[in-house]
């Protein structure tokens, strides 16, 4: 009998029961299988394997950046480019006069013209895209160069217009310039953000134009809207739609900025 009581109290199960009563149904199976995730969990990444994916991601970023300063150039040098051709047709027809002693030898043009405006024609050209993406709205209408190509040729016929022909007053002229600028949009945008942000450009523009005219900086003959000519703004909106175009097109194909984690 003693020997019988001791493997009784000895037994498991009894001492489990005097412990905390009744055992838990599953007990030893949820213990045995919470041992077996633990030892089969993963343990810390490889140092390859954690560094891969900041590699790739900085790798992308710097195929974005460099993409944004090649885009940035092209546009630049295509302001500094209209802006020497144009301007030159504008003094030709002494529509637009700079004083003598803030005038340069290149296309006798003033120094800060080209500059001025090849960094209004990048932040415009990269502009476009960036809003479209936005928006939402990829600009799919007539997307090539030769559709691009016709619209900076047209955007040229304006501003020579703009300069050669005679209108009985100015009133008429302009008339006719905003009805080309619309025009010019419709057939090569006919994008709502084209149409919005041209009208921007040209409202910002003239204003920066009345600011320096008003200063001395240089000055229009003729003019009929407070110091500028009253189809400067159509100009200006025309620009902007040309240049944006111009953008759009050099940022086909090109990548998605790389989101940072």
């Known amino acids: ?9 000895s037994c498991p199960c009894a001492q489990r029961e005097s412990r905390g009563g009744r055992p838990r149904a599953g007990a030893g199976l949820a213990a045995k299988g919470a041992a077996m995730v633990g030892s089969s969990a993963p343990g810390p990444a490889p140092p390859a394997a954690r560094d891969s994916r900041p590699a790739h991601g900085d790798r992308g970023a710097g195929a974005w950046h460099h993409d944004l300063v090649q885009r940035s150039l092209v546009l630049f040098l295509v302001g500094v480019g209209l802006a020497l051709v144009l301007n030159l047709l504008q003094i030709q027809r002494n529509v637009t006069l700079f004083p003598d002693e803030v005038m340069a030898t290149v296309f006798s043009s003033a120094w800060w013209v080209p500059p001025c405006c090849g960094t209004a024609a990048a932040v415009v050209g990269l502009l476009y895209p960036c809003i479209d993406s936005r928006l939402g709205e990829p600009h799919k209408f007539k997307r090539e160069w030769a559709s691009v190509m016709r619209c900076i040729a047209v955007f040229v016929g304006i501003n020579h217009a703009s300069a050669k022909l005679d209108f009985a007053n100015n009133v008429q002229l302009s008339l006719t310039l905003a009805a080309l600028s619309l025009g010019l949009w419709w057939t090569f945008d006919r994008s709502r953000s084209g149409l919005g942000l041209g009208i921007t450009i040209a409202f910002l523009a003239t204003l920066i134009t009345q600011f320096l005219v008003y200063n001395g900086v240089y000055q229009y003959t003729s003019p009929d809207f407070l110091y500028i000519r009253s189809w400067l703004p159509c100009i200006f909106f025309s620009g902007g739609v040309t240049v944006g175009n111009i953008g759009r097109q050099l940022a086909m194909g ?8």
């Not at 009998?1 to 109290?9: E, G, I, Q």
């Not at 090109?254 to 984690?261: L, T």
């Open 1 to 9: 009998m003693p020997r019988l009581h001791d493997r009784f109290w």
């Open 254 to 261: 090109v990548p998605e900025k790389p989101h940072s984690d």
